[in-house]
């Protein structure tokens, strides 16, 4: 049941485990870089993340990065689970489970470098979200930069009152003791019954049947804080710029590295079009309704200073870059909201090639481009941001860094794979490399554990596996049927275990994970 603390947000069910590179500040750096901005990079700085749901994206990062970390979850079964795992690996980060109004009120806060919230801001009330802004004016270092995400419009336009029902639904014709999930499946089941009616609105927005069929079969945890909030403060991209303004935050770039690539999110008359506005902020906005944008993922600089052409090019080719997948597992295909576009085999053949080189060991922009001489500075540079974008490769911190990271990184790892042998909540592990997560799912975990006991007979990793899996009286899927048996079982993971030591383990290998 929801308690007065709360203040309308959905607390009877906890948030999903998931993990968002985008608030790593090597991929925050990188986004800036990219765009021409110049960032604070300081061995000593602090990291703030507001709303950090389970923890796992602020543990990851406290251990994968040099500096500090403070952060607060409001919802204390929240905390506590972040703060367990952040003392599993004796992590100093502080952690509380502070309201906004709480954490702006503590006098022992450090100027920080970076303040994270993702998907926070829509689901906070409006007085939160001044508290919000008002931290940052107080605790954002000059040069500083803050990442938010939100629901925005004009993609939200047609489905905010379907969303609406949802809540509605859930505050006023569902019995408190009920559980959240038949809570949240009455909703949907009422929202159906009334599109089914045929109202106007059903007519206006004709694809709000097969919008409300995908939340039907999406995780509830993620539904329950998506749509049954009480709060949902969709706004504008330029509402949110304009809250900004107090705490001195210049709106720089989005944190989604495909956006720096025009052909793929926009048609050609978008682009002649967008070309003649002149103010950023206009322009950015203007592009919000040529792509139908319904979430933002962006980064504010306090105090935004530009880097000459010269800077950039530099600060780039001593970027060091890795890839996440082997090669032969990367699709040739990358998706924009322009449509589908086809890697070009003449330069991202040679491009995947230098950077599988040397057992996919990290390479600076510099490297690369010495490796394929024939490809242009501005196609790498657009290759490698694209293949970022896709999810396959990442940029990586400084070798320096790296060093200092690897022990922090060692020991959260080894938490995250005991915690494997009981469930699959955390399916991401630290790389010291990157300085954020790496998906590892709870099979490979189990290997590694295999791996680390001495292990080296993929046979036997499947076998370790198997007497932890089965034993929970667990079974593997196959398509959408269970195995039955336990040869069948042992057989599935043997598979597994054989192409994990193929291909998986080198990935983890070269980003100091395995």
């Not at 809250?243 to 793929?264: E, G, I």
């Not at 955390?426 to 292990?455: E, Y």
């Amino acid at each position: 049941m929801s308690n007065a603390w709360n203040e309308g947000y959905f607390t009877d069910e906890g948030y999903t485990y998931s993990y968002s590179r985008e608030i790593n500040p090597v991929f925050q750096r990188y986004c800036l870089l990219l765009r021409g901005f110049a960032t604070l990079e300081n061995a000593d700085g602090y990291h703030c993340e507001l709303g950090f749901g389970q923890g796992v994206s602020i543990n990851i990062h406290a251990a994968a990065n040099p500096g500090n970390y403070v952060g607060t979850d409001f919802t204390p079964s929240q905390a506590a689970h972040a703060i367990a795992l952040a003392s599993d690996w004796n992590s100093q980060a502080r952690l509380y489970d502070d309201s906004f109004e709480q954490l702006l009120a503590r006098d022992d806060l450090p100027p920080f470098d970076s303040i994270s919230l993702h998907g926070i801001w829509t689901w906070v009330s409006r007085d939160n979200q001044k508290l919000i802004v008002e931290f940052a004016r107080r605790h954002l270092k000059p040069g500083g930069m803050l990442y938010v995400s939100y629901n925005c419009f004009p993609g939200w336009s047609p489905s905010a009152p379907l969303r609406n029902l949802f809540s509605l639904h859930n505050r006023f014709a569902s019995q408190t003791a009920t559980s959240p999930a038949k809570r949240i499946d009455a909703a949907l089941q009422f929202s159906e019954a009334l599109l089914a009616a045929n109202p106007k609105y059903a007519s206006a927005a004709p694809s709000l049947g097969a919008q409300l069929n995908s939340i039907k079969g999406q995780n509830r945890q993620y539904v329950a804080h998506e749509y049954f909030n009480r709060d949902w403060n969709c706004m504008y991209f330029t509402d949110v710029v304009d809250a900004m303004t107090s705490a001195k935050l210049d709106y720089a770039t989005t944190a989604v590295p495909l956006d720096t690539v025009a052909p793929l999110n926009l048609s050609a008359e978008g682009m002649d079009f967008l070309e003649g506005i002149e103010h950023p902020i206009m322009r950015e906005q203007a592009r919000d309704y040529f792509v139908n944008q319904h979430f933002r993922r962006d980064l504010y600089v306090r105090g935004a200073n530009r880097l000459s052409a010269a800077e950039q090019r530099d600060g780039l080719l001593r970027s060091r870059f890795a890839l996440l997948q082997t090669i032969e597992h990367i699709p040739g295909m990358v998706t924009g909201p322009a449509g589908e576009a086809s890697l070009q085999a003449d330069i991202y053949g040679p491009v995947l090639e230098a950077l599988a080189a040397n057992a996919y060991a990290p390479k600076t922009l510099q490297q690369l481009s010495m490796a394929v001489g024939a490809v242009a500075y501005d196609d790498l540079v657009q290759a490698v941001s694209v293949l970022i974008g896709m999810g396959v490769a990442a940029p990586c911190q400084s070798e320096a860094a790296e060093r200092q990271v690897q022990e922090h990184c060692n020991t959260l790892n080894l938490q995250l794979c005991k915690r494997a042998l009981f469930n699959s909540n955390i399916q991401v592990l630290a790389s010291p490399v990157t300085g954020g997560g790496v998906p590892v799912s709870r099979f490979q975990q189990l290997f590694l554990i295999a791996l680390k006991q001495g292990m080296t007979d993929p046979q036997d990793w499947a076998q370790l596996a198997w007497s932890v899996i089965g034993d929970q009286g667990e079974v593997l899927l196959k398509g959408d049927q269970p195995l039955l048996t336990a040869q069948e079982n042992l057989a599935e993971l043997t598979e597994q275990a054989q192409a994990f030591a193929e291909t998986s383990l080198i990935i983890l290998q070269a980003l100091k994970i395995a």
